[in-house]
């Protein structure tokens, strides 16, 4: 997979911008947490351009395996508005070799990302090694203490056991990425210092418990994502993927819910992913 030639006329970088400047106005910008850009092959710059014509000014882009660190690193060097995490996918961990957790290490050292990940444990797929998938989640937590960098966290039907490899294992906290656990659990995550990733699940009404949570938890916990090209919005229909464009529908739509702007949204949701992330803003 060929990544996208650089697209021109880009907004500024955050680096170019002081904490808490976002504007509060009608030109407002978003974060997109978590967006698999690479998945979309040669559309790339396409689907990039249209997400930065609708206001999402930057996007977090994740790796699965050690076969995409090239790929996403590539990326976010040709667009200074896309910022890299590395990491081994718990769904990628049957096939992986510990070898692999060294060349992470190597990337890590030579081109430092905002965060590791995508990491985490997912016991909803069957037959899936969970002995491994719990190996690799932990040593890349080692990796996360010693390069003092946040995590992205993938808990699909593992958020307990999640919660206790972080109790053990101390970082630097990170996001909760596609959020769809308890108010108890959001609470245990955000004391360990994680904000709590809100995409298009919240656009479904059947989506009860989720909208709940979005509505009541505070705002301080809370950073927007689309997970593009996967979780596609209620109003994505037609087996279309979902794009990062979308994230601006699904801030309306927590606005909506929250009966406030959304300029406030704008605001808030770009400090707390630059709390959770601080490396998108470099020294």
Known sequence: MKSAMPVPSLPPPLSQRARGTVRRCANFTLIDTHCHLDAFGDNQAEILRTALDAG???????????GNF?????ICEQHPNCHPAYGIHPMYTDNATPEELAILRDYLQDHRPVAIGEIGLDFFIE?????????????????????DLPVLLHTRHATDTVLKHLRQIRVKG????????SRVQAEAFTKLGFKLGFGGAITYDRATRIRDLATTL????????????????????GGEPNKPEHLLRIAQTLAELRGISMAEI????TENTLHALPDLIPL
């Open 56 to 66: 999402i000014g930057h996007l977090v882009i994740p790796s699965v395996e050690r």
């Open 266 to 269: 704008a605001q808030t949701t």
């Open 218 to 237: 505070p705002m301080t916990s809370i950073v927007l994502e689309t997970d593009a090209p996967d979780i596609p919005p209620a109003f994505v229909t």
């Open 174 to 181: 990170g996001i909760a990425h596609a959020f769809s656990g």
């Open 70 to 74: 090239a790929i996403v690193h590539k």
């Open 127 to 147: 037959n899936h090694n969970v002995t491994k998938q719990e190996y690799f989640f932990v040593e890349q937590l080692k990796l996360a203490r010693e390069f």
